[in-house]
């Protein structure tokens, strides 16, 4: 079954408000790595944490890893309508460092 | 520089028939990886290559087959297409140290009827 899950599947908001994606594995995770891809494109790279605990910042976009590295966040503050799209996370499993496996992925929609 | 280059953009076959998906990349990247995501959902690992001469399955490689001879190149073979297999698919790349991140084609959108 799907071993990375994210949470909510879908969200929609005003622009200017607040966003939260979560990433849940049933394993732990040697790193993570977030993803962004907008409709009819192909996922980019935004991000990437490795260490328990770990909190990174890219303007509006607030990434955490969780202290058992199983799971992560991404949060968005002030959404604005070029932040359209669906938010992947990505993870090695089971301690390979080669075979990355995404979560199920957040499509977020920005009413103006 | 291309960066990662699939070929073809579209594609219709009939149930049945074969092809092949092409991969090319001009970074010099060791690893290789061929995803599907059927619409609205996420990617899934279909093959992955971590140097030329070496493959590994991913969580969905039944009905698929792929060969590395190269670096550059990591063709993703159909021998006899389904419907199920109706999905967009994505090469993509990755410089192979530790944690590196992957960096994608533009896609294969693929119909199978």
């Known amino acids: 079954g799907q071993q990375v899950m994210q949470i909510p599947q879908y969200q929609h908001v005003q622009e200017g408000e607040d966003f939260t994606t979560y990433c849940n594995s049933s394993t732990t995770l040697s790193n993570i790595q977030w993803y962004k891809q907008r409709p009819g494109g192909h996922p980019v790279f935004l991000i990437q944490?490795?260490?328990?605990?770990e909190v990174k910042k890219q303007k509006r976009l607030t990434f955490q890893f969780g202290e058992a590295k199983k799971n992560s966040s991404l949060h968005i503050t002030a959404t604005q309508t070029t932040d359209v799209g669906t938010y992947f996370c990505a993870g090695f499993i089971g301690g390979a460092t080669n075979k990355l496996i995404f979560g199920t992925g957040t499509l977020l929609a920005v009413q103006p | 520089n291309a960066g990662v280059t699939q070929t073809p953009k579209f594609r219709i076959l009939k149930i049945g028939q074969s092809m092949t998906l092409q991969c090319a990349q001009d970074m010099n990247h060791n690893y290789m990886y061929w995803y599907r995501q059927d619409p609205g959902m996420g990617l899934k690992l279909i093959y992955y290559?971590?140097?030329?001469?070496?493959?590994d399955k991913g969580e969905v490689p039944n009905g698929y087959n792929v060969s590395r001879s190269t670096t550059e190149d990591f063709p993703l073979r159909l021998e006899l297409a389904a419907p199920s297999q109706t999905s967009v698919y994505f090469c993509?790349?990755?410089?192979?140290?530790?944690?590196?991140?992957?960096?994608f084609g533009n896609g294969t959108r693929l119909t199978v009827t």
């Open positions: 944490l490795v260490k328990s605990g």
């Open positions: 290559s971590v140097g030329a001469g070496i493959t």
């Open positions: 993509a790349t990755a410089q192979g140290t530790y944690n590196s991140p992957l960096h």
